[in-house]
């Protein structure tokens, strides 16, 4: 009996109907278990998810970039069960999971870079965040297992049958690795199924790594190099770059690369149980009106790592923001590492040094009754009646609004610069000058004045007077690499431009070949009320004779490390008031 047009479309209503009924339910429950965690956690400062049902993604959890990092819940793929009770303890288990990435690890962009860069060591900059997933979700989920042992055991068995279906389905290696992983830390059988011997090295391995001081934090870093280390070939051998337009193979899904330059081939139980390992987690990602914060961060990040391992890591935490890297690298090193202040003399009040004989005549005022009954209990005018000496006090010194600042930086040949260098020394004398340079440019943004660049070499490249020092950065990393040649005309042009009396810092070698010229008009720009401070780098000391005519007008400094600069407040003091 052939079935009506009607019947058809009723029962296909009915389906929808059922399924509209369902996703509503799972939604209602997941937002008990939502709550829930966010309860336990004492209501982190995270947004509700995006409850969905996405057919297209197999992730349980994920960052909807293109929705303002919005936290994403896909419910499409969750095991059947048969309690309302088992689905709120599932999406409980998965949510404290996903919470505990923005409260325990990574938790922020810097931690997440520090970690990204360990990994790096041993695999590239796309794998690094699986290994760092890997060693994140390991250490979440134990710390968990700790407080909730029988919820999170009963979450990975529910979660490796829905990813074996229940049957002997193959799984990836990766995959396998993961479960045996877990099954060493909590000690206990998620099948009774034979396990893997081929990776049984590996996990005891990465196992013993993570569970050795287990709570100490501070070893996270060497942690995640050495499980990055094991690692490697399990990692190239499960994940392939496919490019834009690769065939994926059956079983396998496609994802963006962190870099977003190409494409990775990922075994889709791997995105069943761990959601994507290529995704970088952590709270401010999430965060909104957080540029301040995240350039603190980048900066901090910058301190005490190489160019060559910076930019990476940090793009793919976000931590850039603005800028270039090399820009960023250069203002964490010079961060905080010079002052420059300008002093001014206050006079200071009167002390009383010693007691004298107050006679009469003298004003009633000064008379000491204390110190006169002290000396005899029998007051006599002239004898026995004291009164103090003063004298003046020390004055003290104030600091006086800075003016503003030109620097005038050398980037000739003879300054080379190979800033990706790991040795602070290898990176040449044009190097240790923009860190210097930074520093000086970022002192004076802070105090809200205005600066200016000179970048010469056989030209002069200004960057004019201007509050953003974003214009100022771009001017000081144009190196030039010719010849040394004072561009005293700019530098008139800029003081004459100026404000305020600027203070006025060259920044150079001994290689100039225009002094002649340049010493006349410095000594003009002196006389006007400009501060000169010149830093010769790489020299030991002032040759006095070649300087005679100007070093009682401007004031050099020799220097041959950054941190010489440091000195610089003090030595501006002593010129000033010594």
């Not at 050795?212 to 490697?232: G, R």
């Not at 139980?269 to 961060?297: C, F, G, S």
């Not at 720009?525 to 790489?538: E, P, T």
């Not at 005679?548 to 501006?572: A, H």
Request: aromatic share 12%.
């Amino acid at each position: 009996m052939v079935e009506s047009m009607g019947n058809r479309n009723i029962k296909k209503k009915n389906i929808k109907g059922f399924e509209k009924k369902k996703e509503q339910k799972l939604i209602k429950l997941a937002k008990i278990a939502f709550n829930k965690t966010m309860v336990e956690f004492y209501y982190p400062p995270l947004n509700e998810p995006n409850y969905v049902f996405d057919y297209t993604h197999l992730e349980g959890f994920y960052i909807d970039p293109e929705n303002g990092w919005q936290i994403t819940m896909n419910l499409a793929n969750t095991p059947l069960f048969i309690e309302d009770e088992e689905y709120t303890n599932y999406f409980h288990a998965i949510s404290m999971h996903e919470v505990s990435h923005y409260q325990i690890i990574p938790y922020d962009g810097l931690i997440n870079a520090k970690l990204l860069k360990a990994a790096m060591k041993h695999v590239n900059r796309n794998f690094a965040p699986i290994i760092v997933n890997v060693f994140a979700d390991l250490i979440i989920d134990t710390k968990l297992h700790h407080k909730y042992s029988d919820l999170m055991e009963w979450e990975l068995k529910k979660t490796y049958n829905h990813v074996t279906g229940g049957t002997e389905k193959k799984m990836s290696n990766f995959s396998n690795f993961l479960f045996q992983a877990y099954e060493k830390m909590w000690n206990f059988e998620i099948s009774g199924k034979d396990k893997h011997s081929d990776i049984d090295s590996l996990v005891n391995k990465i196992t013993d790594t993570i569970l050795k001081d287990f709570e100490d934090e501070t070893t996270w870093e060497k942690k995640v190099t050495k499980i990055a280390s094991y690692m490697k070939d399990l990692v190239n051998n499960t994940f392939t770059f496919i490019g834009t337009d690769g065939i994926l193979d059956k079983g396998k899904s496609k994802r963006k690369s962190p870099d977003g330059r190409t494409t990775i081939e990922i075994p889709e139980d791997v995105l069943e149980l761990m959601d994507n390992p290529l995704e970088n987690k952590n709270i401010d990602k999430l965060k909104q009106d957080n540029e301040d914060e995240l350039r603190e961060k980048a900066e901090n990040f910058a301190k005490d790592t190489p160019y060559s391992e910076f930019g990476a890591p940090a793009g793919q935490a976000g931590l850039l923001i603005d800028g270039t890297p090399l820009a960023t690298w250069y203002r964490g090193l010079a961060k905080n590492l010079i002052e420059i202040k300008i002093f001014e003399e206050k006079p200071g009040g009167q002390v009383p040094v010693y007691p004298e004989v107050w006679r009469i005549g003298d004003p009633i005022e000064e008379l000491d009754v204390v110190q006169t009954i002290l000396t005899s209990p029998i007051i006599i005018p002239n004898i026995t009646t004291r009164k103090w000496v003063f004298k003046k006090g020390p004055g003290r010194l104030e600091e006086k609004q800075i003016p503003d600042l030109l620097i005038v930086l050398d980037s000739s040949g003879s300054m080379g610069w190979k800033y990706m260098v790991r040795s602070a020394k290898g990176r040449g004398p044009y190097h240790t000058a923009l860190v210097a340079s930074f520093a000086a440019l970022h002192f004076a943004a802070q105090k809200g004045v205005k600066f200016s660049i000179i970048n010469f070499s056989n030209r002069a490249d200004t960057c004019n007077w201007t509050s953003d020092y974003r214009e100022a950065e771009r001017v000081l990393l144009r190196y030039q690499g010719g010849g040394t040649f004072l561009p005293i005309d700019a530098i008139v042009k800029q003081c004459s431009k100026a404000e305020t009396k600027a203070l006025v810092l060259v920044i150079t070698d001994f290689g100039i070949y225009n002094w002649a010229k340049s010493k006349k008009a410095l000594i003009e720009l002196a006389n006007q009320g400009h501060h000169i401070v010149g830093f010769f780098i790489g020299a030991s000391k002032i040759p006095q004779t070649r300087f005679k005519d100007l070093l009682n007008k401007v004031t050099f400094y020799p220097i041959s490390n950054v941190k010489d600069l440091i000195n610089l407040v003090i030595e501006e003091i002593k010129r000033y008031y010594l």
